[in-house]
T-cell receptor, first 111, second 113 residues
């Protein structure tokens, strides 16, 4: 099992460009999450999907959209990237609400 | 809303010495508590969790933590650290029944040979 996979691993964008971060899990988990990690800030929840067909805002949703494509896949879209969105993005999944499994991360730089 | 404070941003410790990483939380309702570890350039891995029951929780790699409700703390301990324990450690809290985890800002543990 690959667990949680994320693509791409690295990305550089110019201000105003758009992109979609992809996440997939092969553990048959119901819930999936997107976090961003910034130095000295810990991880902050952007959006989550408790189950297929539902999505909810987390702590820092502004500037992002998500799509729960099916049970396996949960994507994060930046419509118009800003330098403040430079960060490392982690996807996670869980079957039980409180035991989340994390992907390896996507390092995004917006210039 | 709940919050988590990790009292030390960096902790250097010599190999084979004991270590304690401190975590305090605030919440007006029942919570679940977690410790995650992040090795360089990797995602987070669950070390241990407290949901209910015994206040002393044992996790992977010889780590343990104690839930102290009166002091609202959940400190992580290991009696003897190894070089391979060098990583960043995150304390997290979840309101019982919630999908949302709130993370502390992390503590970087550096094990010195």
């Amino acid at each position: 099992n690959a667990g949680v996979t994320q693509t791409p691993k690295f990305q550089v964008l110019k201000t105003g460009q758009s992109m979609t971060l992809q996440c997939a899990q092969d553990m048959n988990h119901n819930s999936m999450y997107w976090y961003r990690q910034d130095p000295g800030m810990g991880l902050r929840l952007i959006y989550y999907s408790a189950s297929e067909g539902t999505t909810d805002k987390g702590e820092v949703p502004n500037g992002y959209n998500v799509s729960r494509l099916n049970k396996r896949e949960f994507s994060l879209r930046l419509e118009s990237a800003a330098p403040s969105q430079t960060s490392v993005y982690f996807c996670a999944s869980s079957e039980l609400r409180y035991e989340q499994y994390f992907g390896p991360g996507t390092r995004l730089t917006v210039t | 809303a709940q919050s988590v404070t990790q009292l030390d941003s960096q902790v250097p410790v010599f190999e084979e010495a004991p270590v304690e990483l401190r975590c305090n939380y605030s919440s007006s309702v029942s919570v679940y508590l977690f410790w995650y570890v992040q090795y360089p350039n990797q995602g987070l891995q669950l070390l241990l969790k407290y949901l209910s029951g015994s206040t002393l929780v044992k996790g992977i790699n010889g780590f343990e933590a104690e839930f102290n409700k009166s002091q609202t703390s959940f400190h992580l301990r290991k009696p003897s650290v190894h070089i391979s324990d060098t990583a960043e450690y995150f304390c997290a809290v979840s309101r019982a029944g919630s999908y949302q985890l709130t993370f502390g800002k992390g503590t970087k543990l550096s094990v010195i040979p």
